[in-house]
T-cell receptor
């Protein structure tokens, strides 16, 4: 079956670092995405990993281990505007087929 | 102007009514998707279309139908709405021309909040 697990909720302090974990079991793997979604708004693309290792984009980094079925999103220097849900999604299939399987999302609350 | 638009943004309807949600995009993408989002369940794929003549069921297509009127327009219909179809619905697009490009992400519309009483 297809399964993507991530914590339901997390809290952190402004200026701190937080790591959001995602584990997956899917029938195919063609990349892993992280999306940010503010309440009532559309998901927006944050990062992508298809090879093992760390991808860094400013305050955000994402890590992937394909052998472990594991990824994390690291947010540094947290700001209040980072309070949002973070969605882990695996692209399954092959041949460029862009079907995404989403986890339920992690709701992050950043406090002063 | 937004690249992916959805209408209506909010809709309240009654059980048994037929309702259509519309999605339009100006991104020039050929692939379009409909998802629903429920608390604690994440986004689930209802239907997807790779071009005007190619429409496929997703994981939860029962009770829904779609129409791809043009490359830029993809509509989702609920033939006879029921309360458990109350959810937030998102349309998304992607570009097959970028299929070999590194990430080729999906772009989401603003969502339609549907309530079925």
């Amino acid at each position: 079956g297809q399964n993507i697990d991530q914590p339901t909720e997390m809290t952190a302090t402004e200026g701190a670092i937080v790591q959001i974990n995602c584990t997956y079991q899917t029938s195919g793997f063609n990349g892993l995405f992280w999306y940010q979604q503010h309440a009532g708004e559309a998901p927006t693309f944050l990062s992508y990993n298809v090879l093992d290792g760390l991808e860094e984009k400013g305050r955000f980094s994402s890590f992937l281990s394909r052998s472990k079925g594991y990824s994390y999103l690291l947010l540094k220097e947290l700001q209040m505007k980072d309070s949002a849900s973070y969605l882990c999604a695996v692209r399954g299939g092959s041949g460029g087929y862009n079907k995404l399987i989403f986890g339920a999302g992690t709701r992050l609350a950043v406090h002063p | 102007d937004a690249d992916v638009t959805q209408t209506p943004r909010n809709r309240i309807t009654k059980t048994g009514k037929r309702i259509m949600l519309e999605c339009s995009q100006t991104k020039g993408h050929d692939r379009m998707y409909w998802y629903r989002q429920d608390p604690g369940l994440g986004l689930r794929l209802i239907y997807y279309s790779f071009d005007v003549k190619d429409i496929n069921k997703g994981e939860i297509s029962d009770g829904y139908s779609v129409s791809r009127q043009a490359q830029a327009k993809f509509s989702l219909s609920l033939e006879s709405a029921i309360p458990n179809q109350t959810a937030l619905y998102f349309c998304a697009t992607s570009d097959s021309a970028l299929a070999g490009v590194y990430y080729n992400e999906q772009f989401f519309g603003p969502g339609t909040r549907l309530t079925v009483l």
